[in-house]
């Protein structure tokens, strides 16, 4: 639980800091959007690495009622966070600038989850499904 709360922190401190010219409008905007019947939501952020700045376009989408709009978040922030940990620096962008070097799509549903990435510099495109017990099988 103590981790919980400590990701959250973070995830939300990360949302402040690109917040910064109007913090009470940033509150009150939804991380996610519902479209249909589809749960979607996109960060971009630009990072900083050893090989320079590289831009990431994460996009997410889960049916509604598939996983709660909680848990959706939840996930986006873990991959988020994944990305600004091996990272030097970086920043949260309201949307993209020009091309991103590398989008990543996660794809929830009630079976699991997909990871599509795509770099945009090579063409590469890797994709990993897991059902949800092969997720927290690992993780335990």
């Not at 917040?19 to 509150?27: C, G, M, R, T, V």
């Not at 996610?32 to 249909?36: C, F, K, R, S």
């Given at each position: 639980?103590?981790?919980?709360?400590?990701?959250?922190?973070?995830?939300?401190?990360?949302?402040f800091a690109f917040?910064?010219?109007?913090?009470?409008?940033?509150?009150k905007s939804d991380i996610?959007?519902?479209?249909?019947n589809q749960m979607n939501a996109s960060v971009h952020i630009v990072v900083t690495t050893i090989e320079g700045n590289k831009q990431i376009s994460l996009n997410g989408r889960a049916p509604v009622g598939q996983i709660?709009?909680?848990?959706?978040?939840?996930?986006?922030?873990m991959f988020l966070l994944g990305i600004i940990k091996e990272a030097e620096d970086f920043d949260i962008v309201?949307?993209?600038i020009g091309?991103?070097?590398l989008t990543a799509n996660l794809t929830f549903?009630?079976?699991g989850m997909q990871i599509a990435m795509t770099d945009h510099n090579t063409g590469e495109m890797v994709k990993?499904?897991?059902t949800w017990k092969q997720i927290f099988r690992e993780s335990q």
């Open positions: 639980m103590r981790a919980i709360i400590v990701i959250l922190s973070i995830f939300l401190c990360t949302t917040a910064q010219d109007n913090i009470a409008q940033e509150l996610v959007t519902i479209q249909g709660s709009r909680d848990n959706f978040v939840f996930l986006m922030s309201e949307e993209v091309e991103p070097d549903t009630s079976q990993e499904t897991q």
